[in-house]
Nanobody, 115 residues
């Protein structure tokens, strides 16, 4: 089992920045991929970014240039740096990990972009 705990959400004004950490614990060996998804109000959950165990990352096309995913292997933590935030970025942000055939999810952290 892998446990994922997101944090760092909150209220931010348009144009602001937030960094979301996702801490992994438990049986974290052989985690192939970690990713961020988000679900806005009244919307389906959508892909944001992923990072492989070798450090290669990928992003949703609409978010490239504003969001950056990174990892600190010593801390077993993945980060999502979000810049130039817009009201449409308001969502619950979820961390996910893939370990072989298993997919794990965190509980999510709320990000609200509003003036």
């Amino acid at each position: 089992q892998v446990q994922l705990v997101e944090s760092g959400g909150g209220l931010v004004e348009p144009g602001g920045s937030l960094r979301l950490p996702c801490a992994a614990s438990g049986s974290i060996f052989n985690i192939n991929l970690m990713a961020w998804y988000r679900q806005g109000p009244g919307k389906q959950r959508e892909f944001v970014a992923h990072i492989l165990s070798n450090g290669i990352s990928g992003y949703a096309d609409s978010l490239k240039g504003r969001f950056t995913i990174s990892r600190d292997n010593a801390k077993n933590t993945v980060y999502l740096q979000m810049n130039s935030l817009k009201p449409e970025d308001t969502a619950v942000y979820y961390c996910s990990s893939v370990q072989g055939p298993k997919v794990y999810w965190g509980q999510g952290t709320q990000v609200t972009v509003s003036s």
